[in-house]
Nanobody, 120 residues
Framework: QVQLVESGGGLVQPGGSLRLSCAVSGSPDDIFAMAWYRQAPGKERELVARITIGDKTKYADSMEGRVIISRNSAKNISYLDISNLSPEDTAVYYC??????????????WGSGMQVTVST
């Protein structure tokens, strides 16, 4: 079974930095992208960052260069580095994996979510 487990969240002061990690177990060989999403209270879930197996990255315009997504060589761990945090970054952050849509579904997997709170 494929499992995605997020870690590294918690309470952070404004202006601080945070590294979130996503460990993928039971990883298939046909993963083509890993991503991070977030959902603030009462708001729609949004894409924060995505990285492909070719290491092409995409970031949410709203993050304004404050985030970096990366992965390890085995492609089973993704990292999201966030800097200059503000209270507006408070949300539940979700790890996500896309796989090539061949064979039986599912073609994507979600972590259970992890709270990040930016406050004094």
């Amino acid at each position: 079974q494929v499992q995605l487990v997020e870690s590294g969240g918690g309470l952070v002061q404004p202006g601080g930095s945070l590294r979130l990690s996503c460990a993928v177990s039971g990883s298939p060989d046909d993963i083509f992208a890993m991503a991070w999403y977030r959902q603030a209270p009462g708001k729609e879930r949004e894409l924060v960052a995505r990285i492909t197996i070719g290491d092409k990255t995409k970031y949410a315009d709203s993050m304004e260069g404050r985030v970096i997504i990366s992965r390890n060589s085995a492609k089973n761990i993704s990292y999201l580095d966030i800097s200059n945090l503000s209270p507006e970054d408070t949300a539940v952050y979700y790890c996500h994996v896309d796989r090539i849509p061949s064979g039986p579904p599912p073609y994507d997997y979600w972590g259970s979510g992890m709270q990040v709170t930016v406050s004094t």
